[in-house]
């Protein structure tokens, strides 16, 4: 069975960072693109970030370009996001997602982990 | 940067058909997902490329793209599908976009 469990959440100072994780199991992790998409509490799900299976490859959305950075360690079934210079309009709950066959949609999601900023 | 927009809010009677549209510029041409969401839960993916539906979903869920519209019908609806509703499109540029959500009620 998918599992992907997200870990590292937390309130957080405006101009911080934070480094979220998310371990996988029930999968051939070294096989799959990987993903963040977060959604502000009662909004939609907007997409933050891509990597691909061995992590040579990598995108992010323009509202987190040069401040996130998604990251993965294949050896130990984990995917992180390290988020620095944080915003108030960053608060939101953080999922990660695995991509489907060909790129284009997400298969198995998280369950989430809320990040706060505010100070 | 690309959109997709769905409505706000859709009503069906219990054991009726609910459809749900989702419109972006050429639309058709792309492939469009599904993701249902109930409150405190995470997304759960219920259609991807347009029609094809992940093993454990349900056959009433269906999907078509067509042009500018992708539509997710959900055939004789129960009070457990109500939920809200995700369409998700993919672009080159953007490049996976969300559209903002359509609550289905069931009546």
């Known amino acids: 069975e998918v599992e992907l469990v997200e870990s590292g959440g937390g309130l957080v100072q405006p101009g911080g960072s934070l480094r979220l994780s998310c371990a996988a199991s029930?999968?051939?992790?070294?096989?799959?693109?990987m993903h963040w998409v977060r959604q502000v509490p009662g909004k939609g799900l907007v997409w933050v970030s891509r990597?691909?299976?061995?992590?040579?490859?990598?995108r992010y959305a323009d509202s987190v370009k040069g401040r996130f950075t998604i990251s993965r360690d294949n050896a130990k079934n984990t995917l992180h996001l390290h988020m620095s210079s944080l915003r108030a309009e960053d608060t939101a709950v953080y999922f990660c997602?695995?991509?489907?066959?060909?790129?284009?949609?997400?298969?198995?999601w998280g369950q989430g982990i809320l990040v706060p900023v505010s100070s | 940067s690309y959109e997709v927009t769905q409505p706000p809010s859709v009503s069906v009677s219990s054991g009726q058909t609910a459809s749900i549209t989702c419109s972006g510029d050429?639309?058709?041409?792309?492939?469009a997902s599904w993701y249902q969401q109930k409150p405190g839960q995470s997304p759960v993916l219920v259609i991807y490329?347009?029609?094809k539906r992940p093993s454990g979903i349900p056959e009433r869920f269906s999907g078509s793209n067509s042009g500018n519209t992708a539509t997710l019908t959900i055939s004789g609806t129960q009070a457990l599908d109500e939920a809200d509703y995700y369409c998700?499109?993919?672009?080159?540029?953007?490049?996976?976009?969300f559209g903002a959500g359509t609550k289905v009620t069931v009546l």
């Open positions: 997602a695995r991509g489907g066959t060909g790129g284009y949609y997400f298969d198995y």
């Open positions: 050429k639309l058709g041409e792309r492939f």
């Open positions: 029930g999968f051939t992790f070294n096989k799959f693109w």
């Open positions: 990597i691909d299976s061995d992590g040579t490859n990598t």
């Open positions: 490329q347009d029609t």
């Open positions: 998700q499109a993919w672009d080159s540029s953007t490049p996976y976009v």
